[in-house]
């Protein structure tokens, strides 16, 4: 069983700046070739994808983040990070680390950090 803890969350004012970080941790895994990735969930909306990093690939960003947000990974100690700038009230919701292993289709989740942008 992988576990994914968070961290960085907060309250932040429009246009300021947030990191999140996600550790992952468990018996035998390998973090190396699992595809990671953030995820955000807003009230009255479903979970949907930030910004994702395949094993070896490039990153991936939605629309709405690119230029703003930066995903990147540390193979090495098995973490995931999510760096945040030019921060919009729109950003605002619970951010969600996950890991996927494609071969499986197995993922795992944090439990989640709440960003908070003000206006």
């Known amino acids: 069983q992988v576990q994914l803890v968070e961290s960085g969350g907060g309250l932040v004012q429009a246009g300021g700046s947030l990191r999140l970080s996600c550790a992952a941790s468990?018996?035998?895994?390998?973090?190396?070739?699992?595809?990671v990735g953030w995820y955000r969930q807003q009230p009255g909306k479903q979970r949907e994808l930030v910004a994702a990093?395949?094993?070896?690939?490039?990153?991936n960003y939605v629309d709405f983040v690119k230029g703003r947000f930066t995903i990147s990974r540390d193979n090495a100690k098995n973490t995931v990070a999510l760096q945040m700038n030019s921060l919009k009230p729109e950003d605002t919701g619970v951010y969600y680390c996950n890991l996927y292993y494609t071969s499986s289709r197995r993922d795992y989740w944090g439990q989640g950090t709440q960003v908070t942008v003000s206006s």
């Open positions: 990093i395949a094993s070896g690939g490039a990153p």
């Open positions: 468990g018996p035998a895994f390998l973090f190396s070739i699992a595809t």
